[in-house]
């Protein structure tokens, strides 16, 4: 049975529209992707998970992600944190989403699971898992701006959301923040560090 031209112009609209919308879903959770490896949301534990599905292991894995032995290494072990070039090609390589790697489910205990009677005497059961990356690994990667005095990075999780740079206490009213450190300055009211307020609104930006 052969379709009307009526008929196969309305199937091309619907698949076109498809088409796009899908491209707008890709391109929402790609956005949403980036905004979490920029605030340091992704667990190492789970790039070590999607790693060890797939058998990946060795310098091959460094370079199809576009780097050098022995940064995988580092980023299952939490002290360095991969670029946002480096994250894209780990999730192609690995097959997962980048979502995937943002998680925030923490991983069941090992004490908790059956693995555990499978030990065999005298067998050591395997590492802690890594849940999150080092502040100053992540601060190196995403480019975060830094206080110029003691250059540790200011960084936000939410808009309303501002870090203080010198004892890393989360503020939730970051704008009261930024304005209670005199002329140009912002002040944290936990430890009374004092910063550029620029730095501050700059860091939130990110």
């Not at 995988?72 to 994250?87: H, N």
């Not at 830094?146 to 990075?153: A, E, F, N, S, T």
Request: glycine residues 8%; contains cysteine.
């Amino acid at each position: 049975m052969r379709l009307t031209e009526q008929e196969a112009a309305t199937i091309d609209f619907r698949n076109a529209c498809r088409a796009v919308e899908a491209a707008a879903f890709a391109e929402r959770d790609k956005q949403q992707a980036r905004d979490g490896w920029k605030a340091g949301r992704v667990r190492p534990y789970l790039i070590t998970y999607a790693l060890d599905r797939h058998g990946l292991y060795g310098p091959e894995v460094d370079e199809a992600c576009g780097t050098a032995e022995p940064a995988v290494d580092e980023w299952e072990a939490g002290v360095r944190y991969p670029t946002w070039p480096q994250f894209k090609a780990l999730a192609a390589l690995t097959m997962y989403p980048l979502g995937h790697f943002l998680r925030d489910a923490d991983p069941i205990p090992f004490e908790a699971m059956s693995l555990r009677f499978h030990l065999k005497p005298g067998e050591k059961p395997p590492p802690e898992p890594v849940l999150c990356f080092e502040p100053e690994a992540i601060w190196v990667a995403t480019g975060t701006f830094r206080c110029p005095w003691c250059h540790r990075g200011v960084r936000t999780v939410m808009p309303e959301c501002l870090f203080c740079p010198h004892c890393g206490a989360a503020q939730m009213d970051g704008e009261s923040v930024r304005t209670m450190g005199g002329a140009g300055f912002a002040q944290c009211p936990d430890c009374g560090g004092r910063w550029p307020v620029e730095v501050a609104t700059e860091g939130a930006k990110q």
